[in-house]
């Protein structure tokens, strides 16, 4: 398995920008999809419902099959706590984990500083570490009216990801359409990670802040998070293909 954690994403195969994020409850299907997928896709994402229904175990399988995980169950919670979760993710061996930006400062630099001390101990690869700033079905009357934060959306984002920055954290979730701006502020190195995608013949969903592959490629996204899209489409390596194409 490939647990290169450089940022050398201007080079990389223009498929190793989709994360395919794997959302059912079931072993089976997620691993027939994986199984489907792996020919063209190399990261796959294991979210809350396939992680709570059926474990770690599923990154292991999921590893056999040389995919490359992205754990997103978002760690939001006391420092100590979300230290404990770093050593139980990071000793999976995972690719990539998150956690909520939200938590603040100490939160993020002790769940990164206990990832580096567990990769240390087992010698192996720090796991790329990403905040989620704003999700992407967040809109703006929401982030004010209902969250209350009162400032344009692209300047929370912004903040968020330079508080990430701050913590030692290697990127940040958010809308491709911030990308710009998050690297403006973070410099490109910074890793940007960006859910809320659509083909423009689909459904938009739940999403809100969202782009089609080829605008967030053109945005300047490092790695690109698409569920439905592929998950449900008849031929999920027909729609992985179809959407490489859009944008290579
Ligand atoms: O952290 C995430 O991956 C995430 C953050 C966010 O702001 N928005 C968001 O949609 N996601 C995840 O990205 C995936 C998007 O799925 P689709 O909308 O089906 O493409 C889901 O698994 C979400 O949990």
């Known amino acids: 398995m490939d647990n290169n954690n450089m940022n050398d994403n201007n080079n990389m195969p223009p498929a190793d920008k989709i994360i395919v994020a794997l959302d059912t409850d079931n072993r089976e299907t997620a691993l027939l999809i994986a199984k489907q997928i792996a020919p063209v896709i190399k990261t796959v994402k294991v979210g809350m419902e396939l992680y709570y229904s059926v474990g770690p175990s599923i990154i292991e399988d999921l590893h056999k099959l040389d995919l490359r995980v992205f ?37 993020m630099e002790k769940a990164r500083e206990s990832a580096q001390e567990v990769a240390k101990s087992l010698d192996i690869p720090m796991p790329l570490l990403i905040g989620v700033t ?4 967040t809109d703006q009357s929401t982030l004010n009216e209902q969250i209350g934060i009162n400032e344009p959306i692209q300047e929370t984002v912004v903040r968020y990801a330079k508080l990430a920055k701050a913590a030692g954290l290697d990127g940040v979730v958010a809308s491709a359409q911030e990308v710009p701006l998050i690297k403006d502020a973070c410099g490109v190195e910074f890793i940007t990670v960006t859910p809320g995608i659509r083909m423009t013949d689909s459904s938009v969903d739940d999403q809100v802040r969202i782009t089609t592959p080829k605008q967030a490629v053109e ?30």
């Open 71 to 107: 754990v997103d169950l978002k760690i939001h919670d006391i420092p100590n706590t979300a230290a404990g979760a770093a050593k139980s993710l990071t000793k999976t061996g995972v690719w990539m984990w998150n956690v909520h930006v939200a938590g603040g400062l100490k939160m």
């Open 134 to 137: 704003q999700l992407t079905s």
């Open 219 to 248: 945005l300047g996204t490092d790695y690109m998070v698409i569920g439905r899209n592929i998950t449900k489409a008849d031929n999920p390596y027909q729609a992985a293909v179809k959407i490489i194409n859009s944008f290579a």
